[in-house]
C-alpha cells in the first residue's frame, strides 16, 4: 500500500466510528471529550499534520483491513486563517472519493454507507484552531493577564506566531502542578471538560456516532 508520509494509518480497522486528527494534542483532547459523552467503539487516526489529509491518504484508508466495519466518519481539523478555505479542501477530497459529502462544517450527512461530518476548529464558524476553543474554557482575568505578558515579550523582540497555543500553554505552566499535555491538564482539571465552550463538538461527536 502506498502510504501518505507521516500519516499514522492503522493496520486494521475494528470499530464502526472513525474520527481523524490532526495530532497528539487533538487526539487527546477528543479522547477526553469522547470520554466525557460516553462516546464507544470508536478508533482515531492522526493525520501529523494537516496537509497529510489528501486523497491519497483517504484513499489508502479504505484499503486498510476492516474498514468494510466503518459506518460513520468524523474529520476534525483546525480552520486555520479560514473556514471557508479548510472545508473546500476536505469537501473536494470527500468528492473525489465519491464519500458523501456535507454542505458546510459541523453537518452530519448520511450517505448509502456513511454518515460523514466536517468539524473545525475552533467552532465551524472562527477561523484558527483548537488551542482558540480550549482558550475559551480557561480563567479571563489569568489569560488577561498572560496576554500582558506575551504582548511585552514581543517587544523584547520574542516571534509568537500562535497567540492561543501560547496563552493556553502558558496557563498550565502557571498551575501548582504544571502539566505538558492536554490529557493530563483535563484529568487535573487545569482545563474543564465540563466548560460550555466545548458544547458544540460534544454535540458534533453524538451525532456522527447515534
Same mark, same amino acid.
Given at each position: ?71 460513520n466518519?468524523?474529520?476534525? @481539523?483546525? #480552520?486555520?486563517?479560514?473556514? !471557508? $478555505? &479548510?472545508? *473546500? ?5 470527500? +468528492? ?36 482558540? @476553543?480550549? #482558550?475559551?474554557?480557561?480563567? !479571563? $482575568? &489569568?489569560? *488577561?493577564?498572560i496576554?500582558?505578558?506575551? +504582548? ?36 487535573r ?22
Open positions: 500500500m502506498n502510504r501518505p508520509k507521516y500519516a499514522s494509518i492503522p493496520k486494521e480497522f475494528n470499530e464502526p466510528t472513525l474520527i481523524i486528527v490532526e495530532g497528539k494534542d487533538d487526539e487527546q483532547f477528543i479522547e477526553c471529550i469522547i470520554k466525557d459523552v460516553e462516546l464507544q467503539h470508536y478508533q482515531i487516526v492522526k493525520l501529523e499534520g494537516k496537509d497529510n489529509l489528501t486523497v491519497n491518504f483517504m484513499s489508502s484508508l479504505t484499503k486498510v483491513t476492516g474498514f468494510n466495519v466503518v459506518k466518519i468524523a474529520i476534525i @481539523l483546525d #480552520a486555520d486563517r479560514s473556514v !471557508e $478555505n &479548510s472545508f *473546500r479542501k476536505v469537501r473536494s477530497i470527500l +468528492e473525489n472519493l465519491g464519500f458523501p459529502t456535507p454542505t458546510k462544517p459541523f453537518e452530519v450527512i448520511d450517505g448509502n454507507k456513511y454518515r460523514i461530518g466536517v468539524f473545525l476548529f475552533p467552532d465551524c464558524e472562527n477561523p484558527v484552531s483548537i488551542e482558540d @476553543l480550549i #482558550a475559551r474554557s480557561l480563567n !479571563e $482575568n &489569568s489569560c *488577561r493577564c496576554n500582558e505578558y506575551i +504582548e511585552c515579550m514581543k517587544k523584547e523582540q520574542f516571534k509568537v506566531a500562535r497567540i492561543s497555543k501560547s496563552i493556553l500553554y502558558s496557563y498550565l505552566a502557571i498551575q501548582d502542578e504544571p502539566s505538558r499535555d492536554l490529557a493530563t491538564a483535563i484529568k482539571n487545569q482545563v474543564s471538560i465540563k466548560d460550555s465552550a466545548f458544547e458544540k463538538i460534544k454535540d458534533f461527536l453524538k451525532k456522527i456516532a447515534e
